[in-house]
């Protein structure tokens, strides 16, 4: 699976923003999908994920209330919907899938495929 991560920019705190990883491959429903983000100076971070129908959602609690994960299989692309943005969600957002057994994992380790990122970048 090549995963093609899109949608990052420059926007106000406070504004919007919709992330898209594409992905190749026919087997694309049988991922579950995560967002990662690695801001500058710190560790690669779970942000959120989705089992392979959609039907099960995870957030870590900073995104929690502000950030949507959401997939189209007919369309092999997972988007995150970042609204109410804030500085602190400035970093490179990393899409991933995985095999993994488990109905949901923030382990980046069980982690099969990473798409190249996309730059977000929160003004005050």
């Known amino acids: 699976v090549q995963l093609q991560a899109s949608g990052g920019g420059l926007v106000q705190a406070g504004g919007s923003l919709r992330l898209s990883c594409a992905a190749s491959g026919r087997t694309f429903s049988s991922y579950g999908m995560g967002w990662f983000r690695q801001a500058p100076g710190k560790e690669r971070e779970f942000v959120t994920a989705?089992?392979?129908?959609?039907?099960?959602?995870y957030y870590a609690d900073f995104v929690k209330g502000r950030f949507i994960i959401s997939r189209d299989n007919a369309k092999n692309t997972v988007y995150l919907q970042m609204n109410e943005l804030k500085p602190e969600d400035t970093a490179v957002y990393y899409c991933?899938?995985?095999?993994?057994?488990?109905?949901?994992?923030?382990?980046?380790?069980?982690?099969?495929?990473w798409g190249q990122g996309t730059l977000v970048t929160v003004s005050s």
């Open positions: 991933a899938a995985t095999h993994s057994t488990m109905v949901i994992t923030t382990t980046q380790d069980d982690y099969d495929y």
């Open positions: 989705v089992n392979w129908n959609g039907g099960v959602t």
